[in-house]
Nanobody
Framework: VQLVESGGGLVQPGGSLTLSCVAS????????MSWYRQAPGKERDVVAR????????HVTDAMKGRFTIFRDNAKNTVYLQMSSLKPEDTGVYYC?????????WGQGTQVTVSS
């Protein structure tokens, strides 16, 4: 199993980024997927989750209305679309397999929101 995130970078407050996570080594369409974030000096927390078919999603309250999770099972890819970014959104964003119970993690991609 391999999960490879990309799309992070430096963005100004109010800006947008879309993260991608390409999965391999398992039947992607059979698994829910999640995005987590680890801010500097803090624990890793869930950001968003999506069921295997994409019909059901959950976004943490602090990000609702700004972040969207979606997936393309034909491309084995899950995305996190982020807008109206704030400095407190800074952190390493991880893609992980599962919803609640997560067994495989990517290496993470750094997102820095700063002027």
């Amino acid at each position: 199993v391999q999960l490879v995130e990309s799309g992070g970078g430096l963005v100004q407050p109010g800006g947008s980024l879309t993260l991608s996570c390409v999965a391999s080594g398992f039947t992607f369409s059979s698994y829910a997927m999640s995005w987590y974030r680890q801010a500097p000096g803090k624990e890793r927390d869930v950001v968003a989750r999506i069921t295997n078919g994409g019909a059901v999603t959950h976004v943490t309250d602090a990000m609702k209305g700004r972040f969207t999770i979606f997936r393309d099972n034909a491309k084995n890819t899950v995305y996190l679309q982020m807008s109206s970014l704030k400095p407190e959104d800074t952190g390493v964003y991880y893609c992980t397999r599962g919803w609640g119970v997560n067994d495989y993690w990517g290496q993470g991609t750094q997102v820095t929101v700063s002027s």
